[in-house]
Each structure stands twice: as structure tokens, then as C-alpha cells.
């Protein structure tokens, strides 16, 4: 849902903003004398990419339209207002970022030809993008095949690994496990019904789950499973199911604009979430601002990153982009993962001290982000970052409260044993 349209379609203006804004407000503000001693471009740039003695261009491929754009918005915003703060300290290399940015759709086919658009005709020297994993398989090949980096926000499945990719959500042990294990010990949960969106992250995700509670947790079992289109709006079925098995916990990775619906109806059937545990995987503030407070205060959500975190970190990224982005806009998980994107491509071409890709790659790991929103962060060897895993339980205001925080940065690991 926009979050300046009740009706659920982002308004003209708000699409013509996000999609031609210049990439950086401050542009401008550093002198030119700035440049003056930045390494020599053919020194920083042997494959030929989209890299001047003063500008190095990224690309930024969301999807601005469509039932997924309730969900990127808040990423697009994100990575300019990094592009943007970037750019204001002197940029990358002594070149300030200019972006292309491209327009997914919410459609994997587009994502993929809009990838080899800015790979191969714009020479991008990296790409901050995707959220789905659909999106992000139908681009993983292009990327691969020409050697382009990939920073993508978005929780998910894990169960893959690239050279030419960096995960900056977090991956299934950090997210499903955690959150299972939590509900489990705080709740006394021993059944779950599943409900997802129809598409490979749900039903890797649950698939996952099922395994962790059916053979790792003792007495717990999964009584229901049901997967929904993207771009769902009738639940009306399996909320009756629902209101018949009364399980012990919902389990939800409904994502996109059907959430909307979803909670609505969860509402409207009398099904109340102070009383009903829900724990989703997919639900941010961003969701929420369509979704409406009143429908999900109650519900419990798993996730790296809130809003309403409080630390000095957090407190001027939420000050930076309600400058930047109005004061009404609300910050989500993926939306500050998606912040991380630029900011560790920056500090990673820094320390490879050029903008090729496969050196990149090797520099990529141990880089250290001190300054995230999130708190500190850093990446891992397999390209995943160590973070801390929260559980939010959502209020009638749109935002979180935080019930916990796992004590120590949970390591990356996508490939767990037992649950392939």
C-alpha cells in the first residue's frame, strides 16, 4: 500500500518521484577540488564498466509498480538516501554515484530483462536490488553470467550462496528457526498452520519450518498449509479453516499487497490476534502502513531490524529519511537492509581499492558496517551478514515492540544440515 494512497495504488506523483529523482539532493555541495587526487580511473576500473574520472553508476531495479511495490518502496527509498549521503561524504573512490534506476514490476521475466539492461547496456558497476525470491532467481543467472554484483535486502529461504551476490537480509536459521523456537518456549505452542504466498520463498520457508517442528521440536505438529497466488484478496476459506483446527500459532509468510486483505479479514471474522498468537515472517511497518495498525496490533513478527529500535544508529537513519522522504514514511526490515546495500559496496571497493567485480568479491568478506541501522553488522565469508535476530509484537500505532533480541550476532549459515 502507498503510504500516501488509502485506496492501495501508489499516486502518480509518489511513481514519478521514486522513479526520476536525481540521485543525490546534495548533489553539488562537494567541490570539485574534491577529485583532485582520486586514483586514476583505468587504475580502479579494468572491466570496463560504467566508471569516469568523476561518476561511477549503479543500478537500482525494484519493483515500483505492481502488487509488490507496498513491499519495495521503502527499499528504493533506502538505497537513494544512502546513494545520497554517500555523495555528500565525497562518494566512492572519489566519484560521486549517479544511478539508473529500473522498474521490475513486480514480474520475474521484467527483473531478469531489466538486469541484463543495466549489466549490458549501462555497464552498472553494481546493482541494488530485487525482493522476492522469484525476482531474485530470474536474476541470479544474468547476474553470474555477466559478472555483475548483486546487493539484495530481503530475508529469505537461504539454501544458495554466490560469489556475485550480497545478502544483506537475513537467511532461514536466523529468521524461521529463531522465530519457531521463540513462539515454542514463550508460548507453549504445539501446532501451526501455515499460510503463504505462492511462490518459492513461502514454500522453501515452510518447508523448512515444517522439518525444524516436526523433527527437532518434541510434541509439536503442523495441522494446516495453504498457499495463495500474489495479488490475493479473498481469504475468506482458509480463515474458516482456521476458526475449525484453532491452531496454536498462525505461521505466516503472506507477502506483498494481499496482506491488505489478509489482516482485514482476519479482523472482520472476529478472529482477535491478542487472543489468536500469529508470528509472521513478512510483515514490516511497510506492510502495515496499508494494512492499517487496528488490524494487526497483536500479532507477533520476526525480523533483524525495527523502526523503533533504540540506538544512536537508528535514531539518525530514522531522522535522515523522514528529512528526506516526508515525515509520515515508516521504515521497515527490508527497507534498512536495503540502506546497507550501498554503504558496504562502498566500504568494499574502498578496501579492494577498485570497482571490478571479482575483486569485489574477494573483498567482500570481514567488511564491517559500525554505523548500521540495525546496530553493527558484518559480512560473512558465504556473502550473508552476522545479525542479531528481534521478535515485534505490532501495535495500533504501525510500529513494533520489541519483546527480544537473541544476546549475540547469529551466524550466517544457509545451507543447515537436515533441512535441504
Known sequence: MSRDDKTGFHSPLRRKLLMGMAAAPFAGMMPKTAFAQ??????????????????????????????????????????KLAIAQINEMGGVLGRKIKFIQEDGASDWPTFAEKAKK???????????????????????????????????????????QSKNVIYTGQEATQQILESINWVVKEKGAKTFYFIGSDYIWPRTSNKIARKHIENHLT??????????????????????????????????DVVGGSNVAFYKQLKAAGINLEKQTLIT??????????????????????????????????????????????????????????????????????????????????????????????????????????????????????????????PELIEPNPFPKGYQ
Not at 561511477?56 to 513491499?71: D, E, F, R
Not at 543495466?118 to 553470467?145: F, H, N, Y
Not at 496490533?297 to 529519511?321: H, I, R, T, W
Open 281 to 406: 515472517i513478512s510483515v514490516t511497518e511497510d506492510e502495515i502502513d496499508g494494512i492499517g495498525g487496528d488490524n494487526i496490533a497483536g500479532a507477533y513478527s520476526c525480523m533483524k531490524y525495527f523502526q523503533s529500535l533504540d540506538n544512536p544508529n537508528n535514531k539518525e537513519f530514522v531522522a535522515a529519511f523522514k528529512k528526506m522522504w516526508g515525515e509520515k514514511t515508516v521504515i521497515g526490515d527490508v527497507t534498512q537492509a536495503a540502506y546497507l546495500g550501498p554503504w558496504i559496496w562502498k566500504m568494499t571497493v574502498e578496501k579492494a581499492g577498485s570497482f571490478d567485480v571479482d575483486k569485489i568479491a574477494v573483498a567482500s568478506e570481514g567488511i564491517e558496517f559500525t554505523k548500521a541501522p540495525e546496530g553493527y553488522v558484518k559480512v560473512h565469508a558465504n556473502h550473508h551478514l552476522w545479525s542479531k535476530t528481534r521478535i515485534g509484537l505490532a501495535q495500533k500505532d504501525g510500529q513494533f515492540k520489541v519483546v527480544y533480541e537473541s
Open 118 to 160: 543495466l549489466l549490458v547496456q549501462d555497464k552498472v558497476a553494481a546493482i541494488m536490488g530485487c525482493w522476492t525470491s522469484a525476482s531474485r532467481k530470474a536474476v541470479l543467472p544474468v547476474i553470474e553470467q555477466y559478472n555483475g554484483m548483486l546487493y539484495y535486502p530481503t530475508f529469505y529461504e537461504g539454501l544458495e
Open 219 to 252: 510434541g509439536t505438529k503442523v495441522v494446516g498449509e495453504e498457499y495463495f497466488p500474489l495479488g490475493h484478496t479473498q481469504f475468506n476459506s482458509v480463515i474458516n479453516k482456521l476458526k475449525l483446527t484453532k491452531p496454536d500459532v498462525i505461521f505466516t
Open 38 to 79: 582520486t586514483p586514476a580511473t583505468a587504475a580502479v576500473n579494468t572491466t570496463g564498466l560504467a566508471v569516469t574520472d568523476t561518476e561511477v553508476t549503479v543500478g537500482i531495479l525494484h519493483s515500483a509498480t505492481g502488487t509488490m511495490a507496498i513491499s519495495e518502496t521503502g527499499s528504493i527509498q533506502a538505497e
